[in-house]
């Protein structure tokens, strides 16, 4: 069905299936660094939405394939807009954190 389920909201879960899959693929957390603090993806990397023109210095190639989520999917989308308007060609947004069953890491230790 793809990384859409069939109310229109992205599927993150099915969306780290793809992720997992691709080889050399980046997880790339839109949130703020707090938000990624307390609750993350093992092996994602932070990059918040105001500051994802800084993507160069995280993913050098535009070919690398970028998988963005957030909390709820609205900055990821936004952050989709941006990296391909940026020339980033294998971006996919798959969705908010909030909707995520596998293991995170994160918050009080």
Request: proline share 6%; glycine share 12%; hydrophobic share 35%.
């Amino acid at each position: 069905m793809g990384i859409t389920s069939l109310f229109g909201r992205k599927d993150i879960n099915v969306g780290m299936m793809q992720f997992l899959e691709e080889p050399n693929a980046v997880l790339l957390d839109v949130r703020t660094p707090a938000e990624y603090m307390e609750k993350r993806i093992p092996g994602s990397i932070n990059l918040p939405l105001d500051e994802i023109g800084k993507i160069k210095f995280k993913v050098t190639d535009p070919n690398t394939p970028i998988y963005l989520y957030c909390r709820s999917g609205n900055r990821s989308h936004t952050a989709l807009g941006v990296l391909q308007k940026l020339g980033y060609t294998h971006v996919f947004d798959i969705g908010g954190i909030k909707h995520y069953r596998g293991r995170t890491e994160g918050g009080p230790k």
